[in-house]
């Protein structure tokens, strides 16, 4: 890099403004888009925060400089130093008169796929090109609302005195169903990767942590092609002690999402715009059907179903509408599932009063669910039977099980899908859009 360009200078574009009229400044990025206008050149250039006009007066610009600057493919990366100029006409209220500039790197021609042409690219394109997909500026907004959603959950956590941690990936056992482990072979020995981190944050429990919260990934071989599964995920999941009933659990969901939306809502004006979304804020508490109210409402409406039968995803989207116009609200939970849909959570605690039913529950989101939680058995024996229920082997689960020996309370929580959460909000038509570089059943590169 010439001498003349001092990276230790550089300003990024969002901390230069008009009022810094007539001073020298550094800038670099990507060239996205050059303009010759014969006496006079302008060229966006783009980085994480946005873009900066240069103007390249062809009078007044070295002719090395200005071919050099004209010329260079869309997409290289450059460095200019200049000067800075207020222009009422530049986008941004300002402009820069390059002095120097270095090509850091140079693209090559054609690039694999546009990022500011307007043309609709294919899903399976952008993502086979996500390094360039991910330049695009509406692009890079779901992953600063991803950030914002992210850093709202985690404020509003911290504040209710949850405890971050990590648990592990590789594990010796599932805990939510063999159909969706992926093996892997660990120094000859069989293992999984997690598809929750379920026992170990109930473990924590044990371990008198009380409250924790983990985001994570989460492994589910999905054998499903759809647009809100994949396989792996970013979990997050909360665990508390010393719970009266699910009813505790709901309040921190509640909670939680209400405030990571609000907080979203209010730091990302631009991104939601940019994306065609009104920012929102959700008041708890949100409403609370029961099962089989939910099943009784879509039965009103025509739908075929019983109850005690699952609800598909038909049935799902549905539900969403009318809970919508009867209740208002985008956000509800479905409680009080059937035992017998709930059978292969062994963990979860039934109701004493009608074992049949489960306190568990799950939160929904314009008809997709979102979160699933509630209180969970802490009762050994009557764990066991559940696991043997389902027929598993308590054996295999007893790594789990002996927290349960020495001094459990009772204790609740719940696993919020990070991506399920951002496709809803941000009314997007594919998960995949919210994982930088998703895995699906065909695709594990980039
Ligand atoms: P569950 O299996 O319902 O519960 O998962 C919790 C939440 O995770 C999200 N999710 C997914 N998101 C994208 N792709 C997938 N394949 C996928 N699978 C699940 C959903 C779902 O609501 N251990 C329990 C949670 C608990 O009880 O604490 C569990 O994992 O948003």
Redesign the pocket.
């Given at each position: 890099m010439p001498d003349a360009i001092d990276m230790a200078t550089r300003a990024r574009s969002s901390k230069l403004s008009a009022s810094m009229d007539g001073q020298e400044v550094t800038v670099a990025g990507w060239v996205q888009d050059t303009r010759n206008l014969g006496g006079i050149s302008f060229i966006q250039l783009r980085d994480r925060d946005g873009t900066v006009q240069l103007t390249l007066p062809k009078k007044k610009i070295e002719p090395g400089l200005f071919k050099e600057l004209t010329t260079i493919p869309r997409e290289s990366v450059i460095a200019v130093r200049g000067t800075l100029k207020a222009n009422k006409e530049a986008r941004a209220g300002f402009e820069i008169i390059p002095s120097a500039m270095a090509a850091l790197n140079v693209a090559e021609t054609p690039l694999p796929m546009g990022v500011i042409d307007k043309v609709n690219i294919d899903l399976d394109t952008r993502l086979s090109n996500r390094f360039m997909d991910l330049r695009r500026e509406q692009v890079l907004a779901i992953f600063k609302v991803r950030d914002a959603l992210l850093g709202g959950s985690r404020e509003y956590l911290s504040s209710e005195g949850f405890l971050e941690v990590q648990t592990p990936k590789i594990v010796a056992a599932g805990?939510?169903g063999g159909a969706?482990l992926f093996k892997l072979s660990y120094f000859g020995r069989e293992a999984y990767l997690a598809?929750?981190?379920?026992l170990y944050?109930q473990s924590l429990m044990g371990a008198g942590f009380e409250r924790i919260f983990e985001i994570a990934p989460?492994y589910?071989a999905?054998l499903s092609d759809t647009v809100?599964?994949?396989?792996e995920?970013t979990?997050l999941?909360?665990?508390m002690s010393f719970v009266k009933d699910s009813d505790d659990v709901m309040k921190v969901v509640e909670g939680l999402v209400a405030h990571a939306i609000t907080h979203v809502s209010r730091k990302c004006t631009a991104e939601l715009s940019m994306l065609g979304i009104e920012p929102s804020e959700q008041k708890p508490p949100f409403p609370r059907l029961t099962h089989e109210e939910c099943v009784r409402l879509l039965q009103g409406a025509g739908k075929k179903i019983e109850v005690g039968q699952d609800i598909d995803t038909d049935g799902e989207k549905m539900l969403g509408d009318i809970v919508k116009k009867e209740h208002g609200s985008r956000l509800y939970f479905i409680t009080r599932f059937p035992t017998e849909l709930k059978r292969g959570?062994f963990?979860?605690m039934r109701l004493d009063e009608d074992p049949s039913l489960t306190g568990?529950f799950?939160?929904e989101f314009d008809g997709e669910?979102?979160?699933?939680?509630?209180q969970r058995e802490h009762r050994l024996p009557r764990l066991i039977a559940q696991i043997e229920e389902n027929d598993m082997s308590p054996e295999a689960f007893e790594f789990y099980l002996k927290a349960f020996r020495f001094g459990m309370p009772p204790h609740g929580?719940?696993?919020?899908?990070v991506?399920?959460?951002l496709h809803m909000l941000l009314r997007l038509p594919n998960?995949r859009e919210c994982v930088l570089f998703p895995r699906d059943r065909v695709r594990i590169a980039p």
């Amino acid at each position: 890099m010439p001498d003349a360009i001092d990276m230790a200078t550089r300003a990024r574009s969002s901390k230069l403004s008009a009022s810094m009229d007539g001073q020298e400044v550094t800038v670099a990025g990507w060239v996205q888009d050059t303009r010759n206008l014969g006496g006079i050149s302008f060229i966006q250039l783009r980085d994480r925060d946005g873009t900066v006009q240069l103007t390249l007066p062809k009078k007044k610009i070295e002719p090395g400089l200005f071919k050099e600057l004209t010329t260079i493919p869309r997409e290289s990366v450059i460095a200019v130093r200049g000067t800075l100029k207020a222009n009422k006409e530049a986008r941004a209220g300002f402009e820069i008169i390059p002095s120097a500039m270095a090509a850091l790197n140079v693209a090559e021609t054609p690039l694999p796929m546009g990022v500011i042409d307007k043309v609709n690219i294919d899903l399976d394109t952008r993502l086979s090109n996500r390094f360039m997909d991910l330049r695009r500026e509406q692009v890079l907004a779901i992953f600063k609302v991803r950030d914002a959603l992210l850093g709202g959950s985690r404020e509003y956590l911290s504040s209710e005195g949850f405890l971050e941690v990590q648990t592990p990936k590789i594990v010796a056992a599932g805990a939510e169903g063999g159909a969706t482990l992926f093996k892997l072979s660990y120094f000859g020995r069989e293992a999984y990767l997690a598809q929750s981190p379920q026992l170990y944050k109930q473990s924590l429990m044990g371990a008198g942590f009380e409250r924790i919260f983990e985001i994570a990934p989460a492994y589910r071989a999905e054998l499903s092609d759809t647009v809100r599964h994949l396989s792996e995920f970013t979990s997050l999941d909360v665990e508390m002690s010393f719970v009266k009933d699910s009813d505790d659990v709901m309040k921190v969901v509640e909670g939680l999402v209400a405030h990571a939306i609000t907080h979203v809502s209010r730091k990302c004006t631009a991104e939601l715009s940019m994306l065609g979304i009104e920012p929102s804020e959700q008041k708890p508490p949100f409403p609370r059907l029961t099962h089989e109210e939910c099943v009784r409402l879509l039965q009103g409406a025509g739908k075929k179903i019983e109850v005690g039968q699952d609800i598909d995803t038909d049935g799902e989207k549905m539900l969403g509408d009318i809970v919508k116009k009867e209740h208002g609200s985008r956000l509800y939970f479905i409680t009080r599932f059937p035992t017998e849909l709930k059978r292969g959570t062994f963990y979860a605690m039934r109701l004493d009063e009608d074992p049949s039913l489960t306190g568990y529950f799950d939160f929904e989101f314009d008809g997709e669910e979102l979160v699933s939680g509630g209180q969970r058995e802490h009762r050994l024996p009557r764990l066991i039977a559940q696991i043997e229920e389902n027929d598993m082997s308590p054996e295999a689960f007893e790594f789990y099980l002996k927290a349960f020996r020495f001094g459990m309370p009772p204790h609740g929580g719940f696993g919020l899908g990070v991506e399920r959460f951002l496709h809803m909000l941000l009314r997007l038509p594919n998960i995949r859009e919210c994982v930088l570089f998703p895995r699906d059943r065909v695709r594990i590169a980039p």
